[in-house]
């Protein structure tokens, strides 16, 4: 079981990180096995580069290796 997890935002669309460490510590704590950032609604792909990576990276720091990461597998490509 995959968490796919909501990601919140505050004022001006930037990611609210401190509830993003919040969720992350929740599916820690939760049967998931793995969790799945920025993919409830499709928001990856219409999300800045910048705040892509600045989710990715909060949920890579607050996990820290104990689920499994699927970072960027809600983005598109043709390759």
Same mark, same amino acid.
Do not use: H, W, Y
């Given at each position: 079981m995959v968490g796919v997890t909501v990601t919140p935002f505050v004022r001006d669309c930037e990611p609210d990180i401190e509830e993003i460490f919040a969720?992350?510590?929740?599916l820690i704590r939760s049967a998931a096995d793995g969790i799945l950032p920025c993919a409830s609604t499709g928001e990856f792909i219409k999300m800045d580069p910048d705040n892509r990576?600045? =989710? #990715?990276? &909060?949920? $890579?720091?607050?996990?820290?290796?104990?689920? =499994? #990461?699927? &970072?960027? $597998?809600?983005?598109?490509?043709?390759?």
């Amino acid at each position: 079981m995959v968490g796919v997890t909501v990601t919140p935002f505050v004022r001006d669309c930037e990611p609210d990180i401190e509830e993003i460490f919040a969720q992350t510590e929740r599916l820690i704590r939760s049967a998931a096995d793995g969790i799945l950032p920025c993919a409830s609604t499709g928001e990856f792909i219409k999300m800045d580069p910048d705040n892509r990576i600045r =989710v #990715l990276e &909060a949920v $890579a720091e607050a996990n820290d290796g104990q689920k =499994v #990461l699927f &970072a960027g $597998a809600c983005d598109s490509s043709v390759s």
